[in-house]
Every structure is written in C-alpha cells, then in structure tokens.
C-alpha cells in the first residue's frame, strides 16, 4: 500500500505540472499573438484594444486604463477608457 500511496502522489503532482506546463504555453501563445497584432497598429486605439482582448484572456479584466506620461505637463494621460 505504501508503493501504491507514493504511485498516487506522483502521478497527482505529475497532473498539476501538466497543467501548469498547459496554462503557461497558452499564456506564452497569447502573449506572442498581442507583439504579432502590436507591431502591425499604429493607431492608439487598435493597440489599447488589442492589449486589453490579450489581457482579458490572461486574467479576469472587468476594466481596463491604459495612462501615458506625458514629461511636458508631468501628469498622467488617460485618453481612452475601455470596458
């Protein structure tokens, strides 16, 4: 029972880091699809969508701010909100 208890164990851990190596290929595969679409935009408002679709599929994002620097006036820019 022992060999079979330590059987069990393993192959519990071995499921968990299968599905660990399952999430980070999809989250690799998903980030590698956002630099794909990003570097083919140039309008702002494709890129803010385009990150908020990669992060919404990457964590639960019920909102989502997108702020820029601005060194002129030292403040922080929100030119779009998206929801």
Known sequence: TL?????????LQNAHLFKESEMRA???AILNQLAQSLSSQINLNQIVNTIYSGIARLIDAKNFYVGFYDPNT???VFPQNVT
């Open 26 to 28: 999809e989250e690799l």
């Open 74 to 76: 030292d403040e922080i």
């Open 3 to 11: 060999f079979l208890d330590s059987q069990a164990v393993i192959a």
